[in-house]
């Protein structure tokens, strides 16, 4: 007569066992679907001051129209979405290069609240377009030297940021520092390049050793690529802008373990 209540018990037990174990599936698995989505379309953030090209690079990698680029800037953070036929991609944040509130909240959300999976730091060997001071009016005019000053002075701020992040995170980050513009500077690429690469012993490349200094024991990975501007000037230049675009993508796509 306890043989079917024992029997009760145990399809109680198995029943209870297995929707705990279901329950507890369901749980986690919007965690492994987060992980799943991160990884497929990692987070990048892309960063430099105003002028130096960041809008037209980002439009190009989120297959963009160029033709008309508002060459202003944006005050607020843009979005964009690079996806590709294999399903993956990137969400990409651009953060404004306006020294003003906009910009500190922008670089504080990809950097502390959401924290980025890569970087593309924007840079432009001392050829950014120049920026009015505010309340004047006419052309506004900059040396190579004072750009390359201002580039080195908007690394500072984001560098920081970069280190502490990749000390939190605990897991590897990249960086890759686009020297855009190169189409303005031909037969000075690999003279740009190695300016901005670690080791070098330029300004720029012991801002970047400094970087990994702060940076302690986490792992970062640093690239320099060169970026023209695509022109529509005969088949060489927009072959190789084209060919400097997929270098790039290539790229990104290794550090994503895309590839």
Known sequence: MNRPASRAGHGAATIGSTLGGALSALSAAPGQVAHLFRHRFPTVAVTGMTGIGKTRLVDRLARRSTAEVDDAGSAVMERRTRRTSKGRGFRIRVVPGDNAASRLWALDEVFHEEPVDGVLHVVAYGHATPRRTGGTSG????????????????????????????VRRGQPVWLIIVVTKADLFPDRIEE???????????????????????????HISIDVLPMSVPTEGGTGPRRRSDDQLATLERRMAQLSGHV
Do not use: C, N, Q
Request: charged share 20%; glycine share 10%.
């Open 139 to 166: 052309a506004a005019t900059a040396t190579h030297e004072e750009l390359l000053a201002a580039e080195l002075e908007d690394w500072a701020i984001t560098a920081h940021r970069i280190a502490g992040m990749a």
């Open 192 to 218: 740009a390049v190695t300016y901005y690469s670690p080791g070098s012993g330029s300004a720029f490349g012991k801002k970047i050793d400094e970087l990994r200094a702060l940076a302690g024991g986490a």
